[in-house]
């Protein structure tokens, strides 16, 4: 038998969450963001349960030919551009969409001999200081974009650092306003924009992590009344079960010391499986349906857990790490980090099945 860790892809969560978020918008399209494989849940298992979005938007200029040989004829958005100048050749084979920030990729636009016109998204830094041009020099390359006959359409893009959080988005939208950028399409809002700010949707928004169920603050109970499902759930076994003496240690550096008489069981499930290692004793974890919590070190292939709220529990139970009944971002902020990362870190070992 195989060891019984397993990742369950839900398709028709990823779509029942598409649909949420289009309710969420007026005449925004939408832009599917599945970089990072999908978030994790795998590309090629997911993209046609999204088949109902406007466009794809990814890095990987592999996973955008991919989209294409299998069949996707609608835009694919390259978020990150492209990184040489002979990039803009398969750029204009595929037919695809590239975010442009700097200035020599507008020149590598400009000198490729292409047969058609490309479209871009034309960074702007309104202030999170990662990729795009300045306020002060952005209308100069719109002007300079759009002189250039190897391109199409210019649509104004630029990204929130704080639209999941008290901060929000209003001092970048009034550089935005500023620009008086009218002519141009807007594509703005990440997916804490999209939930929790509408005046940012614009023409095209791109929705990420919510596509998934998961939090773009980190915090289940931010998004709890929200409608969103997991898209995936990771579970495994108890493998054995020990009756401990009060004053027994548990796992690597010995970090948990029981302070009665309990059963704990040893779960299929480590930090190779791409659980956090860091997650301390009382990080949340289901069994049989029935809450409970870590105990002591996540080790390379293992995880400890506390059987005293489910006394029924016994070797082959059940063990939800994540998933439908478990928010990943629980797990997640117990364990110092956000639930985008424990998606994305699922382990290559993990069998995974699609339902």
């Known amino acids: 038998m195989p060891r019984p860790i397993l990742a369950t892809i839900h398709l028709n969560a990823l779509r029942h969450n598409l649909a949420v978020i289009r309710q969420k918008t007026d005449k925004s399209k939408v832009w599917s963001v599945v970089k990072a494989n999908a978030y994790g849940h795998g590309l090629d298992r997911v993209w046609q349960s999204l088949m109902q979005t406007d466009g794809f938007a990814l890095l990987d200029m592999n996973e955008a030919i991919y989209l294409r040989e299998q069949g996707w004829q609608g835009p694919i958005l390259l978020l990150e551009g492209f990184f040489k100048s002979s990039d803009v050749q398969i750029i204009n084979q595929y037919c695809l969409t590239t975010a442009v920030h700097s200035h020599w990729q507008l020149e590598a636009i400009e000198k490729a001999k292409l047969d058609r016109p490309i479209d871009i998204y034309l960074k702007l830094n309104s202030g999170m200081n990662r990729l795009g041009f300045t306020p002060e020099e952005y209308p100069q390359v719109v002007s300079m974009a759009k002189g250039i006959t190897n391109i199409n359409s210019v649509t104004l893009m630029t990204h929130f650092p704080n639209s999941d959080n008290e901060i929000g988005v209003e001092e970048q939208l009034a550089v935005i ?32 992590i919510i596509l998934y169920g998961a939090s773009p603050s980190g915090k289940w109970r931010d998004i709890a ?59 949340p974890v289901m069994v049989d349906g029935v809450r409970t919590r870590l105990l002591g070190a996540i080790s390379m292939d293992m995880l400890t857990v506390d059987l005293t709220p489910c006394p029924q529990a016994d070797i082959g139970s059940i063990v939800e790490l994540w998933g439908e009944n478990l928010p990943v971002d629980e797990v997640a902020e117990s364990s110092g980090t956000i639930g985008y990362e424990l998606l994305c870190a699922l382990a290559r070992r993990v069998p995974v099945i699609v339902d």
């Open 225 to 283: 009344n929200v409608g969103l499902k997991a898209a995936m759930t990771l579970q495994s076994e108890i493998i054995a079960v020990h009756e401990l003496p009060s004053g027994n240690k548990i796992g690597y550096g010995s970090r948990y010391t029981t302070q009665q008489t309990m059963r704990v069981g040893t779960v299929a499930c480590g930090y190779a499986d791409g659980y956090p290692r860091h997650a301390p004793t009382g990080t």
């Open 177 to 208: 306003e500023r620009l008086q950028m009218t002519s141009l399409s807007h594509c703005l809002a990440n997916s804490g924009a999209v939930l929790w700010h509408p005046e940012t949707h614009g023409d095209w928004i791109r929705p990420g």
